[in-house]
């Protein structure tokens, strides 16, 4: 059974940085892209970033272009995000995504459990 | 940006109706369109893509259809457990963006 596991999250001031991570099982993790997507409380969902089965294709939404970075080390089964500069419109919940595919697939067939970050002085 | 927009953004319903969730793309999405259920401190659930193909284990009470920037969610029988919120996503064009959510609540 495929599992995906979201850690990382916490209080951070403004300005501050955090990294989560998403843990994946019961599938060869390469083989699929994942993407980060969040919700802040009470709103919708919003695509954060997504990244390439290998790793060599990144893309970000505006609103985190220059401040997250995507990544992940397929020997590890694991996803992160690198969270810096962070504001308080950061403040949400983090959800990593499985893509169906390794390539450019942005329907979400397997869900982490998600990881609040709060952005707060 | 290609805005969705569902609607209703609520819906009161009982069990074993019928019920219809619009989804409409401020661009043609060829199709590029999937369906979620969402419950309160969860994360969602994929429940159909490419518009109308039901994902793996989930019920055929669950149905899709539409094409160029207009879709339809249909749950055909009201179960107990598919008071929820329904969003929909298009994955046409990056960034992939959602719909903002209808929830269905029990009348």
């Known amino acids: 059974e495929v599992q995906l596991l979201d850690s990382g999250g916490g209080l951070v001031q403004p300005g501050g940085s955090l990294r989560l991570s998403c843990v994946g099982s019961g599938l060869t993790f390469v083989n699929y892209a994942m993407s980060w997507v969040r919700q802040a409380p009470g709103e919708g969902l919003e695509w954060v970033s997504g990244?390439?089965?290998?790793?060599?294709?990144?893309r970000y939404a505006d609103s985190v272009k220059g401040r997250f970075t995507i990544s992940r080390d397929n020997s590890k089964n694991t996803l992160y995000l690198q969270m810096n500069n962070l504001r308080a419109e950061d403040t949400a919940v983090y959800y990593c995504g499985k893509g169906r595919t390794a390539y450019g697939d942005y329907v979400f067939d397997y869900w982490g459990q998600g990881t609040l970050v709060t952005v707060s002085s | 940006d290609i805005q969705m927009t569902q609607s209703p953004s609520s819906l009161s319903a009982s069990v074993g109706d019928r019920v219809t969730i619009t989804c409409r793309a401020s661009q043609d999405i060829s199709n590029s369109l999937a369906w979620y259920q969402q419950k309160p401190g969860k994360a969602p659930k994929l429940l159909l893509y490419?518009?109308?193909r039901l994902e793996s284990g989930v019920p055929s009470r669950f149905s899709g259809s539409g094409s160029g920037t207009d879709y339809t969610l249909t749950i055909s029988s009201l179960q107990p457990e598919d008071f929820a919120t329904y969003l929909c996503q298009q994955y046409y064009r990056i960034p992939t963006t959602f719909g903002q959510g209808t929830r269905l609540e029990i009348k």
């Open positions: 490419v518009a109308s």
């Open positions: 990244i390439s089965g290998r790793g060599d294709n990144t």
